[in-house]
């Protein structure tokens, strides 16, 4: 793809090439596809003739194209050119009209960004990203799901990575699953519901889980390209006036329609069925129902010519509707849907898709057998093209499934024989590729290599090494620990004007100092993430002191207490190592000890509680309802102590001999 210059438009009525278009409001640069952000400028006191005469200066004022948004609004102007050099054509042609200083690094800069974020690009089809709480797991899972999805976007602000985070998940090309202990194969991948039909009756389906159903989207998704087709959108099987050829499916065929009889029953837009529908049997109400209530807008419809083949493909493309003129060839059939039919004219047999099984004589009913990729599957060996070839991507779009929590779930029971197939090479369309028979559907079923699958996990739930083996080997696993250096800078000050105090709280000392003493008292698993502390950090960042001390205040009131009360299974004694509320004053520990040396008054002579008089000690987390309590935790001092000596040897000796 070329590279383009890319400006934005604001709406006040420039001209430029016969076509209204609004002020340039700033200009970008746009490499394969991707917008890059050098610098806003504001160029709408630049006249069309100078904006002209540096377009005709770089040659490129044939080839201009409009880019509409979905009012039919211009929104930018695109002009596409060769260059080995971009960033000194850019640089030259901003010169020529502007006054501005654009300078050649800001755009070289971005250039070698976008370089560098496709080699990281290449990363592997299987991912789990691990490390403890905090460490912004969840965060990077964002970044590489978008860089494995579409590795050509670029990004330079977080707002514009979560924007295209958000369109890709709306598009489905990202999804998103959490494990847990109950999760298993009939959830991931597929298994039997149970609906009630019309006659009161149970019945089972085959329901697919999330991951063969994104398996289904990535293997067709050259073909899905004008959102017609909905990938997860149901099959039909349509007769109209019977499997023959016959004037009414000839007329539907060529007006995109498809229309059905027993045009007495009304409208069955409304609640209410009229005593003709009441008589009719079972399967003309399931034909009436199905076809005026059932079928959506997406799903796919095969017109039947005979008990075995079909002669034509649609999709759904509107609402239905009641006429009660009828059609001009039967003036009964007064039930319509919109139907596209995308081929017409053909004789496929769908024996083999359905099961062996032909079609049965019910007018309409959905073909559980089959889905919409089996559908397009299919059709492609028979060298059938649903879609125009224009609109064709003609290349598969990356998918990727994201799974939280990974660990959590018992992986021999969630993925089962499909654990090997998500290995690289045995993926479909490698040179040792598997397929495999699904137990309920007894459809074959293979991992397309266009899907990527991310895992998070958390270290402090369950160790790296007690994973499943099975997974271990099929993963690719990248740590993600602690990082304090992202705090280093980042100071909280607190002013007490009342005592006459001022204190500078660094959060970078404060979290190294917490982590060194957890990963002694227990293990580097179970560290503090710097993510704990990033609202702090943004605070300060924006000088909003005070409101970054009560923050600082409340992650250590809601968080990492509680978190270290699971870590440490409520030993306090630990808790208060890590808190360094031995190395406090009294007045400034968040956890008190009493220690109780004679516990007659409390239990009388022969207590038999303290068997070695070595007494008992008694801790207490200060609490939030206690006026008393809450001014030390709204003390400075008790953070600054947590990396801070604050009282002597002498006077730690003393707490420790209490």
Not at 305 to 331: M, N, Q, W
Not at 415 to 427: A, D, N, Y
Not at 463 to 468: G, H
Request: include cysteine; charge should be negative.
């Amino acid at each position: 793809m070329k590279p383009c210059l890319l400006f934005s438009i604001r709406n006040n009525g420039e001209t430029v090439k016969g076509t209204t278009i609004g002020g340039f409001g700033e200009v970008r640069f746009e490499l394969s596809g991707s917008r890059l952000n050098f610098k806003k400028l504001n160029l709408d006191n630049i006249s069309k003739e100078k904006f002209i005469e540096g377009l005709n200066n770089l040659k490129i004022f044939q080839d201009i194209n409009f880019e509409k948004d979905k009012n039919n609004n211009v929104s930018f102007i695109r002009f596409p050119f060769d260059s080995k050099d971009a960033s000194a054509i850019i640089k030259g042609w901003l010169d020529l009209i502007n006054s501005n200083d654009i300078c050649e690094e800001i755009i070289q800069s971005d250039l070698e960004r976008k370089e560098s974020k496709k080699i990281e690009v290449n990363m592997s089809r299987n991912a789990i990203l691990y490390g403890p709480p905090g460490t912004g797991k969840t965060y990077h899972t964002i970044e590489a799901a978008v860089r494995a999805t579409e590795p050509e976007f670029v990004w330079q602000t977080r707002e514009e990575l979560k924007a295209e985070y958000d369109h890709l998940v709306t598009e489905k090309r990202i999804r998103f699953v959490t494990f847990h202990q109950s999760y298993g194969y009939e959830e991931f991948v597929e298994g039997l519901s149970a609906e009630v039909a019309e006659d009161k009756s149970v019945i089972y389906k085959i329901k697919k889980g999330v991951f063969k159903s994104i398996c289904e989207d990535a293997s067709v998704s050259e073909l899905d390209t004008n959102q017609k087709i909905n990938s997860n959108g149901r099959v039909w099987k349509l007769s109209i006036e019977g499997a023959h050829q016959n004037a009414t499916k000839k007329y539907c065929l060529e007006h995109n329609m498809g229309a059905i009889g027993w045009g007495d029953t009304g409208d069955l837009n409304l609640e209410e069925r009229n005593e003709y529908f009441s008589e009719l049997g079972s399967n003309d109400q399931n034909s009436l129902n199905n076809f005026t209530n059932e079928m959506t807008i997406g799903d796919l419809v095969l017109c039947i010519d005979s008990k075995r083949t079909v002669e034509a493909i649609g999709v759904v493309s509107g609402e239905y509707i009641y006429d009660e003129a009828g059609l001009p060839t039967r003036d009964d059939y007064c039930h319509h849907l919109p139907i596209n039919w995308l081929v017409t004219g053909v004789s496929i047999d769908f024996m083999a898709l359905n099961d062996n099984k032909q079609f049965s004589l019910q007018t309409c009913y959905p073909l559980f057998r089959m889905n919409v990729a089996d559908v397009l599957n299919y059709l492609q060996t028979k060298d059938i093209v649903l879609l125009d070839k224009e609109n064709s991507r003609g290349t598969k779009q990356n998918y990727v499934l994201i799974i939280d929590e990974i660990n959590r779930g018992n992986i021999s029971k969630i993925f089962g024989e499909l654990i090997t197939l998500i290995e690289p090479s045995k993926r479909e369309g490698q040179t040792e590729s598997l397929q495999l028979t699904l137990p309920y559907s007894g459809k074959p079923f293979s991992v397309p290599d266009n899907l990527y699958i991310i895992g998070t996990m958390n270290t402090a739930d369950r160790s790296l090494t007690m994973m499943d083996t099975a997974l271990r080997r099929r993963f690719e696993f990248k740590e993600m620990m602690p990082e304090p250096k992202l705090l280093a800078g980042s100071i909280v000050e607190h002013n007490d004007k009342d005592n006459d105090t001022y204190t500078k709280i660094d959060l970078f000392a404060l979290l190294t100092k917490l982590n060194e003493r957890i990963e002694v008292l227990f293990d580097r698993e179970h560290t503090l993430g710097h993510a704990f502390f990033m609202p702090v950090k943004e605070l300060v960042d924006a000088d909003e002191q005070e409101a970054a001390f009560e923050e600082l205040v409340h992650v250590f009131q809601n968080k990492i207490i509680p978190l270290l009360q699971e870590y440490f299974f409520d030993d306090w004694e630990k808790i208060r190592l890590v808190l360094a509320d031995n190395q406090k004053p009294d007045a400034l520990q968040l956890i008190t000890k009493t220690e109780y040396k004679d516990l007659t008054e409390l239990f009388g002579k022969q207590n038999n509680v303290d068997l070695y008089g070595e007494g008992i000690v008694q801790y207490r987390l200060r609490s939030l309802e206690n006026e008393d309590d809450k001014r030390v935790w709204q003390d400075p001092q008790v953070y600054l102590g947590m990396y801070q000596t604050l009282i002597t040897e002498t006077e730690q000796l003393e707490q420790g001999s209490m």
